[in-house]
């Protein structure tokens, strides 16, 4: 079984990659986790932050285009 996390940004504190590094982990032995990263919106604007994030997962998804 595979488990599939997509996220806006990279996080800027070590001690989440720990976290995430634990839970990983802990799931280890029950499924697989694959991580997509989408890069967050360099816009101004938090109505086009939203379009175009949305956009970007959305294209990782369903596999269309690069998501990075």
């Known amino acids: 079984k595979k488990i599939r996390i997509v996220a806006v940004g990279k996080h800027k504190f070590s001690f989440i990659n720990q976290g995430l590094e634990e839970y990983q982990q802990r ?3 029950f499924c697989r986790l694959e991580w997509t990263i989408i890069r967050e ?5 938090p ?3 939203v ?3 949305t956009e970007l997962l959305n294209r990782s ?6 998501a990075c």
């Not at 998804?61 to 690069?66: F, M, N, Q």
């Open 27 to 29: 799931l280890e032995p």
């Open 41 to 45: 919106s360099r816009n101004q604007q």
């Open 47 to 49: 109505d086009r932050i």
């Open 51 to 53: 379009r175009e994030e």
């Open 61 to 66: 998804l369903t596999g269309k285009g690069s």
